[in-house]
């Protein structure tokens, strides 16, 4: 079933803009607020926000919307997703509100939801939250005298730095490493250098001036030069770069080299099976995810679950099959021994045990595997379902035959575009593209039906 507002990571679109208007934010305030409000106890909500201009203007209409419906609000201000999720569950509320679009830029924004257990909410509660959200708000509205109280919170940022300490193994400490992290101005500004400090490392930030328009601008885990810059002119051990949220991250080892989700997946798996901590024998990943993560994994006698693209799929999976690694290729972690959501901090602290542990340097502990060369490409339609023509169904066919064992190609429409993504992996390169442009070909000639 199709729905108005909610996409796969919550609602998010250009500030005042449909949908992400004050209007529509103090809609789902009282609806999410209608919903939960089960029981006779105080009801309570939390809301963090990362750096946007718009997040203030979006947090008052979620006050209204939620005190109108008789929740007390409990106002973070600038904080990670993950604690949102995190401070959920700690301070015992019945739902966790994030403001944020994550890594798009300023303009944009979004709103996602957690439950009282910290993890993002079912398509089915969506879907509820979805119709209260297009009915007669009078009937959702609190009596007079149950109306609900907000309070900002701002120290409780603090619980999250000791929950993102006691990550790191008891018999490590950071001292003697010098960390250089791009918190690109955004939610962890205050968070992250804290926490890498107290831990013992010399610490080197960037990206820790928010003005409300420089969110992941040409910073962040998205835009990586600027701290491989920063990494090469500090001499820095290893460089951290988080999103808007916090909820991903990249590595940068001292040599200036990126390191991607796939590579922090292979070693945190590597590692945690070594330790005897691992569960599922393998990790969860998604049809995104390198081949040669895929074959590292199968040579140590684990797997490699994959999901459809999205870190809600891939937490689900989780769950279901009792694995406690999974995530992105673009960053996102996911650790269910310490959290529900994918957090780049807590993920660089397990990169940053196993660089210690070893006594090693981070671009020979981090680099786990040889990635399969892969090409990803786009072609824009213009209407109808091209991925049905007979044609196009009989060259994919072809061209997984070709591939024969020795790759893989995944093919699927964008969710927010006319376009269909193209995606091919394998040993040739050469294989590789004439395959991937045999297809943009075959797919925009086909014509929308009349």
Known sequence: ???RYFGTDGIRGQSNLFPMTPDLAMRVGTAVGTLFRRGGHRHRVVIGKDTRLSGYMLENALVAGFTA??????LLGPIPTPAVAMLTRSLRADIGVMISASHNPYQDNGIKLFGPDGYKLSDELESEIEAL??????PQLAKSDEIGR???????IYRYIEFVKRTLPKDVTLSGLRIAID???GAAYKVAPAALWELGAEVVTIGNAPNGTNINLECGSTHPQTLQRKVHEVRADIGIALDGDADRVIIVDEKGNLVDGDQLMALIGETWANDGILRGQGIVATIMSNLGLERFMQDRGMTLARTKVGDRYVVEHMRSHNFNVGGEQSGHIVLSDFGTTGDGLVAALQVLAAVKRTDRTVSEVCHRFEPVPQLLKNVRFKGGKPLEDKVVKAAISQAESELNNHGRLVIRPSGTEPLIRVMAEGDDRGQLERIVDGLIEVIGSVKPAA
């Open 69 to 74: 419906a008789g929740l007390d609000v409990f």
């Open 183 to 185: 918190c690109a101005n």
């Open 1 to 3: 079933m199709s729905r």
């Open 133 to 138: 959200m297009d009915q007669e708000i009078g």
């Open 150 to 156: 907000a309070k900002r919170v701002d120290g409780d």
